[in-house]
C-alpha cells in the first residue's frame, strides 16, 4: 500500500510526460486566458458598479440643478415683464398724478384706454407672452374697474372671477411689492402680482396680475418624474405646494417631512414611508420658493442594474471569444512545430524538394523560409554539381566524336582550297580557309578553353563571311569595338559565335527582305557587354526557361557543337550567377542577345 501511495505521483508525472507538447501549449493558453479575465470581470464588475452608482447620483443632482434653472428663468422672465410694463409712461403718470377715476366716465375711460395700450403694446413683443409662459394678464384700478389681456381662454367668466378673487386676495393684504399666488385644484394657475401705489395718494392703488399655467411649470421637470413612483414640489417656506406632479396637492401643504428637505442642496438618500428616495432640493432664486424632487432610488438603480448585466454578459463574450482565439492561434503556432518535424524527416529520407509553407508571422516565417533556403542550396549544389559532371562528359563525347578523322577531313579541305587557288577562284579559295578554321575551332574546343576576343572575333568573321558569300546581298553585318584595348581580355572560347550563328540561323534566314545583323562590345565599369542585334524573325522570350533544356536549346541541331544553354551555363560555371546571357525577343521586330562577362586578363581564377 504505501508504494501504491508513493507511485501515484510519479504516475500522474509520467501522465503529464506524455501529453504531446501542442496540447500543453493549448492548456496553458486557456489558464493564462481564463484566470486574468475572471480577476479582471470581478474587479471591473466592482469598479464599474460604483462608478455607474455615482455617475448617477452626479446625474441627478445636475439634471435637478439644470431644471431649477429653466424654472427660475422663467420666473425672472415673468418678473422683468411686471417690471417693464410699470415703467410704460401711463403708469409713471398714474403713480405721480391724481388721476383718481372717481365719477368722471370720460377720464376713467381715457386713463383705462390708455393703460390697456400700454398692456397691449408690453405683451406684444415680449418673449413670455410669445411663447405662452404667461396666459393671462390684468391691470385693477379697484373692483369694478379693470383691464385685461387674455391667450384664447375658454371661460373668460371664470377667469375673470379668479382674477378678482386674487385682487381682493392682494389688496387686503398689507404687502406691497411683488407677490406670488399659489394654484388650487379647481383654479391651476400660479399669478404674479405687483401691487403699486400713488406717491401722493397711498389709497389709490394698480394691481398688475400675470397668470401663468401651472401645467407649463410641471413641463418644465416632466423628465424628472418620468420614473415611476417619482414626485416634485415647488413649495414656499410654510410648505404650500405651487407645482407638483399630484395636481390634487395643488394650493395645500405637503407633508413635515418633505418640508424639511428644503435644506438639502444636495442628492441624498432619503427613507419615506418604508421607500428609499433619492432627493435634491434648490432654491428658485428671488421668489420664496423651493424646487424639490425625489426618486425612487430602486428605479434609478434599475438602469444601472441593466448596465452591469449588458457589462457581465461583454465580459462573458469577451472571454469566449479569446479563450477561443488564444486556442486556435496556439493550433496555429504549434501546428509549425508539426510541420517542422515533418520536414526534416522528408528531408532525412532523401526528398530534397520538401519546402515549409509560408507564415503570416514573421518570426515563424523567417524559420520556414531559412528551412526551404537551406534544401533549396543543398539541392542547388547536388543538381550544380551534377550537371558540371554532365557538361564535362557531354563535352568529351563530342570531343571524342569530333576526333573521326579529322586529319582526313582538313587535308581534303587544304586540297580543295589549294585547287581553287590553282584555278584563280579567290572566292572559294577564301570560303573553304574560312570553313577549315571553324572547324579547327569546333573540334578542338574543349570546355573551359579560354581565348582572346579578337580570337572570338576572327571565328565570327569566317562565320560572317561564309554566310555573306551564302546569301549575297540578303545579309548585313557589322562589328562595332568600343575600345580595341577590348580585345585583349579573355573569354571561354566560342561564347559568341554560336549567338551570331543563332540569329543567322533562327533570325534571318528565313526573314523576307533583307536581314541585318550588329555585334556590338562594350566595356561597363567591371564587365564586358556583347550586343548581338538583329531584325530577324524573333520570339516571345517571355516563354524561355534557362531551367528547361528544351525550352533554352534555340538552336537548329547539328550547326554547333554547343547549345545556347551550355553556352549560358558554361558563363555562369565559370564567372558565376551573376553574368550569363540575356535575351530581349519580339515576334517580327528581331532579337537583341546580350552577353556580360568579367573583365579577364587572366591575372584572377574563377569557379
Known amino acids: 500500500m504505501p508504494n501504491a501511495r508513493i507511485c501515484k505521483p510519479f504516475q500522474r508525472l509520467n501522465f503529464w510526460m506524455k501529453i504531446p507538447i501542442r496540447h500543453k501549449i493549448i492548456l496553458a493558453v486557456f489558464l493564462l486566458i481564463l484566470l486574468p479575465m475572471t480577476l479582471a470581470g470581478i474587479y471591473f464588475h466592482w469598479s464599474i458598479s460604483y462608478m455607474l452608482t455615482r455617475n448617477a447620483n452626479e446625474n441627478l443632482s445636475q439634471l435637478i440643478h439644470q431644471t431649477n434653472d429653466n424654472i427660475e428663468n422663467s420666473f425672472q422672465i415673468i418678473d422683468n415683464t411686471s417690471l417693464h410694463f410699470l415703467s410704460n409712461k401711463a403708469v409713471r403718470t398714474w403713480s405721480i398724478e391724481d388721476v383718481s377715476l372717481g365719477d368722471d366716465f370720460y377720464k376713467k375711460f381715457l386713463n383705462k384706454s390708455e393703460i390697456e395700450e400700454d398692456l397691449k403694446y408690453s405683451l406684444m413683443f415680449n418673449n413670455a407672452w410669445n411663447i405662452s409662459l404667461l396666459s393671462t394678464a390684468y391691470v385693477f384700478f379697484d373692483a369694478d374697474n379693470f383691464i385685461s389681456v387674455l391667450k384664447s381662454q375658454p371661460n373668460i ?8 378673487n386674487v385682487y381682493q386676495t392682494v389688496s387686503d393684504s398689507k404687502v406691497r411689492g411683488k407677490e406670488i399666488l399659489p394654484p388650487t385644484a379647481s383654479d391651476p394657475t400660479v399669478y404674479f402680482t405687483r401691487n403699486v401705489s400713488n406717491i401722493d395718494i397711498p389709497k389709490q392703488r394698480l394691481v398688475l396680475i400675470f397668470g401663468t399655467s401651472e401645467a407649463d411649470l410641471s413641463a418644465k421637470y416632466a423628465e424628472l418624474v418620468s420614473f415611476p413612483g417619482s414626485m416634485a414640489y415647488i413649495i414656499d417656506n410654510q410648505g404650500i405646494v405651487y407645482s407638483s406632479s399630484d395636481k390634487q396637492l395643488l394650493g395645500r401643504q405637503v407633508q413635515p417631512s418633505i418640508l424639511k428637505l428644503q435644506d438639502s442642496p444636495s442628492a441624498s438618500e432619503v427613507n419615506l414611508e418604508g421607500r428609499k428616495y433619492l432627493f435634491a432640493s434648490q432654491s428658485i432664486g428671488g421668489t420664496g420658493l423651493t424646487f424639490i424632487v425625489g426618486i425612487p432610488r430602486k428605479q434609478i438603480l434599475s438602469k444601472l442594474s441593466d448596465s452591469i448585466r449588458n457589462y457581465i454578459w461583454m465580459i ?13 492561434i496556439s493550433l496555429r503556432f504549434t501546428r509549425f512545430i508539426r510541420d517542422l518535424f515533418h520536414s ?45 559532371q554532365l557538361l564535362v562528359k557531354e563535352s568529351e563525347i563530342k570531343f571524342l566524336q569530333s576526333q573521326m578523322n579529322p586529319h582526313f577531313l582538313f587535308n581534303t579541305l587544304i586540297t580543295i582550297g589549294y585547287k581553287a587557288r590553282l584555278s584563280k577562284d579567290e572566292t572559294v579559295y577564301k570560303m573553304v580557309t574560312a570553313m577549315t578554321e571553324l572547324l579547327q575551332a569546333g573540334i578542338y574546343a574543349s570546355g573551359s578553353d579560354m581565348i582572346t576576343i579578337r580570337q ?66 562594350r566595356k561597363e565599369d567591371d564587365s564586358i557587354c556583347f550586343e548581338i542585334t538583329d531584325n530577324g524573325l524573333g520570339f516571345e522570350s517571355e516563354d524561355m526557361e534557362w531551367n528547361n533544356r528544351e525550352s533554352a536549346v534555340l538552336r537548329k541541331p547539328g550547326h554547333n557543337n554547343i547549345g545556347l544553354i551550355n553556352t549560358h551555363k558554361r558563363i555562369q560555371m565559370i564567372y558565376g550567377d551573376a553574368y550569363g546571357i540575356h535575351i530581349e525577343s519580339r515576334i517580327d521586330q528581331g532579337s537583341k542577345v546580350t552577353v556580360r562577362i568579367p573583365v579577364d586578363r587572366g591575372e584572377s581564377s574563377y569557379v
Not at 316 to 326: D, E, H, K, Y
Not at 500 to 512: F, P, S, T, Y
Open 316 to 328: 462573458v463574450l469577451i472571454t469566449s471569444v479569446s479563450t477561443a482565439a488564444g486556442i486556435l
Open 456 to 521: 572570338e572575333l576572327e571565328f565570327i568573321q569566317f562565320y560572317l563571311y561564309l554566310q555573306k558569300e551564302r546569301f549575297d546581298d540578303k545579309i548585313e553585318y557589322s562589328i562595332l569595338v568600343e575600345d580595341e584595348s577590348i580585345l585583349d581580355l579573355l573569354l571561354p572560347k566560342l561564347s559568341i559565335e554560336p549567338l551570331v550563328e543563332n540569329a543567322i540561323v533562327h533570325g534571318l534566314e528565313k526573314k523576307v527582305g533583307k536581314g541585318a545583323l550588329t555585334v556590338c562590345i
Open 157 to 164: 367668466e371664470r377667469t375673470n372671477h379668479h382674477n378678482l
Open 344 to 388: 526534416f524527416n522528408k528531408v532525412k529520407m532523401g526528398d530534397y524538394n520538401t519546402a515549409m509553407p509560408t507564415y503570416k508571422d514573421v518570426e515563424l516565417n523567417l524559420l520556414s523560409g531559412t528551412f526551404n533556403k537551406m534544401t533549396s542550396e543543398i539541392k542547388h549544389l547536388i543538381g550544380q554539381v551534377y550537371e558540371k
